[in-house]
């Protein structure tokens, strides 16, 4: 049984349009909210929590709805055109309300008055790292003062950019609500995108499949990562990220242009049930229509399948919370806490990851997806509590391995977790079931960004940011040591071999 890596591939280009917004989504909305708005860390994170929380009611319902919608293009590829069309639209009208608020910043004079702590931060830095070299205890603490004291200067010039926001609301009240539109015409096909892979994919070859699917997911992000560096978002607090939205736009485009002209959804699954009967590996859906014709009940989880498959959701929530709270605010961390390029130091992450999915797939395909998701969060983990001990006295370069541990610690637990949920599901419930795997890692990612946010307010962001997700990863691998089932069949041989495998 061979997996046919041009169709997986053509099919992946939906998640690399949604992965190339929520890379550029994620990078500038924080830095929008806290630098453009002047929102405080708890604020900000609760709107970044917006999206989750439309995500949990909004994407099992449209997985659900998938399921038993039938057009001649097929049950999922009407979601994905009519919201990826709407998110566009959406994303360029967010962006121009953005550049109305930031002009009314930029005509009081905040970016100059930014512009000189900035330089005497950079000046009270570069002390500092010459009195840690002498080891002179009195000019530390003198550094370490400068730095305190500059910034405060610069978290009141937060607060007086919130202040401009307050004396004219309508933009803030504008920018959150085109900000929902964005989010729900995303929610509206992101189950259905994701539903599509396991719809052309048999069991076995789902964990090779969804290798690929989050390749191309990650060269979606890479792409935007690029541009990120191209247009400087890490640069420049208060700059106009109009061409940088429309260059993402154009990626996202692209992408669905592709997917529309190159996939033939309802032939390849057609041909993905017809082989799955020919293996006996499943029903397929022309069983489960043949089941509600009778009116007979469909078959039901076992309790132990059922304990497995809340111990698998519960895994998905912890290992979301912790790695969202970094994700969803590195960008603020690195520009405001460690004075790095945010860009780069996720490209490093984004390529590891490339990298390790197909070997990871084939691992997991040897050994099992539940030991390959273990090793990967003992991965994960330690790459965040290294995250710890690195400040902004540290060289950049010192951030690089720690991410490409990250990379390949996510990899290993994205490429696996998804197909072990959708493993359980019967043949016409991918959608169903995808939903479930979602409502699981947006509710996490609801409480991720406002309970981090929190914490970071009461405690400081430099020493909660990364012991937060330090936490939440380490206790998703209790839950998941004690799931039995979600591991794939093994492999059929013979003379099937091939199917599956051939050219289009």
Known sequence: MKLNYKRTILVGFAFFLISAFWQAYDAIVPLILTNHFGLPQTVSGAVMSIDNILAVFMLPVFGALS???????????????IGTIAAVVAFISLILIDGYQLKAVLDAGIAERFQIEAALLDEAKEALREAGKSGDAAAIAAANATIESINKSIEAIRVDTLDIVLSNIWPLIAFIGVLLLVLISMATFRSPAVALMPDVTVKPLRSKANAIINLMGTAGGILVLVLGMIFKTSANKYMNYIGYVIAVVAIMLTGLCVFLLTVKERKWAEEMEETTR???LDETEADVKAVSETEAPQRKLTKPELTS???????????YIGYNSITSKYSVYATNILYFDFNFTLIIAQAAAVIAYIPVGIVASKIGRRKTILAGIIMLAAAFFIGNFISFSTPEFIMYPVFILAGIGWATINVNSFPMVVELAKGGEVGKYTGYYYTASMAAQIVAPILSGLLYDLFGMRLMFFAFGTLFVALSFVTMFFV???DAKPEAQGALESLGGADD
């Open 67 to 81: 399921d038993k919608v039938m057009t001649k293009f097929g049950k999922r590829t009407p979601f994905i055109f």
């Open 278 to 280: 020919a293996l006996g």
């Open 309 to 319: 498959l809340m111990l698998i959701l519960a895994s998905v929530a912890l290992w």
């Open 484 to 486: 039995k089932h979600g």
